[in-house]
DNA sequence: TGTACATCAGTGAACGCGCGTTCACTGATGTAC
DNA sequence: TGTACATCAGTGAACGCGCGTTCACTGATGTAC
């Protein structure tokens, strides 16, 4: 049943949109490929036809993940009032909406130990995609702050992503809401 | 080959220390229960005299794993001049000895997502031990700090964190330790 | 444009492997008298 | 205190199961003339 070139773009992204959500949701060593190529609508035997390894498949949907999260991120803040923008990424980042939506949030939040122990090239590119994520975050930065901006930046991206996966470890909503509600207070009491 | 309950309470905590490094050397699901109990000098087959399931060693894991490291570092922070004690431990915390010793450093660096998929009783009990690893911060803060001591010790405790996972995620220490040293700067510039 | 053939996306069965768990067995330890 | 028996920590083989990966097969798509 060999399909058209176009069509097989089409199913190599829905598998890669699969994965990423699967992935988010359940842990790497957690999804198989059977589980994965479900969710994508397939059989699982199809899955070599579009990737050589699981690894592949890791990479591509952590690649994916990472940049579409910080996309929408950074579209979402860039339409807020002047002086606003921060302040509204921070309180998206850490609000009760994306600590419960594990599979469309962010990516490191979601499999950050796991990604620890990923080979090289995958570890090298979420690198590149958290940098990226703190370059947004230091362009949002306002005037008042001169000095080592890239070091807020970062400080601020680890304090979101600590959070958010502190506040996901809670075994309740009313345990995780002050987690978030603390961090972002004082983030933004510092830095917008 | 019997033991005497002395030494079947002995092996019991070897087994449970041995797990502890395991876990956050490799992960919670790449660990089996053979390279646990091989790490504690035996076979697989006695590990179900001590334990019920797998489930069961990691709970404990956990739990000693958190407490442990909470208590080194509190032993360590309160051996500092005062005034310095909260510098000392966000300095040990973030230290390239900590990036690079996943198997004896922070279970919530090392497992962090992976503790979000187990069961609520883990989950439970990972959170009671991150709230008194926060009561620690808490208490080390300096007395210009009056309002919201806790949110505080929240935020802190999420940056660490954070912090500490991407610096592990960076696929070099020369990546890695930018980070680390961006969010010491700056935890001590607010709050030390 | 039409025809003949090669290509290959997707299916579903099968592969070896390592997992968590169980079990019969051993022999030193604990207990009862 | 000594003896006989029950207990149980640890071993190593075995269990079923699901994993990542491979493969023969199908039939629509792409290509060559």
Request: hydrophobic share 50%; proline share 4%; glycine share 8%.
């Amino acid at each position: 049943v060999r399909k058209s070139r176009q069509e097989t773009t089409v199913t190599r992204a829905r598998i890669v949109t699969a994965a990423a959500a699967q992935f988010r949701e359940h842990g790497i060593a957690a999804t198989g490929l059977a589980d994965l190529m479900g969710a994508a609508g397939m059989t699982h035997g199809g899955f070599y036809k579009h990737f050589a390894s699981k690894e592949d498949v890791v990479r591509e949907a952590a690649q994916f993940a990472l940049a579409e999260r910080r996309h929408a991120f950074e579209v979402y803040a860039r339409a807020q009032p002047p002086g606003e923008e921060l302040e509204a990424l921070v309180t998206a980042y850490l609000s009760m909406d994306h600590c419960l939506n594990r599979s469309g949030g962010c990516l490191m939040a979601a499999l950050g130990s796991e990604i620890v122990r990923a080979p090289d090239t995958t570890k090298a590119l979420a690198m590149e995609q958290f940098l990226a994520f703190v370059a947004l975050i230091e362009d949002l930065l306002g005037p008042r702050h001169q000095v080592d901006r890239h070091g807020i930046a970062v400080t601020i991206a680890s304090t979101l992503i600590g959070a958010l996966t502190m506040a996901r470890i809670a075994p309740a909503p009313d345990l995780a809401e002050p987690i978030l509600a603390g961090a972002r207070t004082h983030v933004l009491a510092n830095w917008a």
